[in-house]
């Protein structure tokens, strides 16, 4: 199977991956990708999207995709997820009444109240119309 993108990781990329995975102390997908590179690197092991499907417990698909990723957008990009091109939920409030929402929640809390809740803010916020 022909590669259309080649994953070549510098000495410098190397240890930063190596880490990563030693430390075992980012989530665990992070350290799968990290891993996954490691073995893909044409300068090192270079197994093919389907070895190491198999040996880290994915689809050959993701291997490619991360392989797209790496070499489209950079090392940091193919360690994140992919970012949603649009959230599945719109924000409720935007820029300017989510600040009114935080100058409240910051403010004392009503007569009688210890602290703001979900609640008492909600209805604040009904009350002010915003």
């Not at 993701?62 to 599945?88: F, I, M, N, W, Y």
Request: hydrophobic content about 40%; glycine content about 4%.
């Amino acid at each position: 199977m022909n590669k259309k993108y080649i994953v070549r990781l510098t000495e410098e990329e190397r240890a930063q991956l190596s880490e990563l995975v030693n430390k075992g102390q980012a989530a665990a997908y992070k350290i799968k990708h990290a891993n996954v590179l490691l073995k893909v690197d044409a300068n090192g092991p270079d197994w093919n999207d389907v070895q190491a499907a198999e040996a880290f417990s994915c689809a050959p698909r993701t291997v490619s995709s991360l392989r797209e990723r790496c070499v489209e957008h950079g090392l940091e990009a193919a360690l994140e997820r992919k970012k949603q091109a649009r959230p599945s939920r719109e924000p409720i409030l935007d820029g300017e009444q989510e600040a009114r929402l935080i100058q409240l929640a910051c403010s004392e809390p009503p007569a009688g109240r210890a602290r703001w809740t979900l609640r008492l803010l909600a209805a604040e916020l009904v009350t002010l119309e915003v």
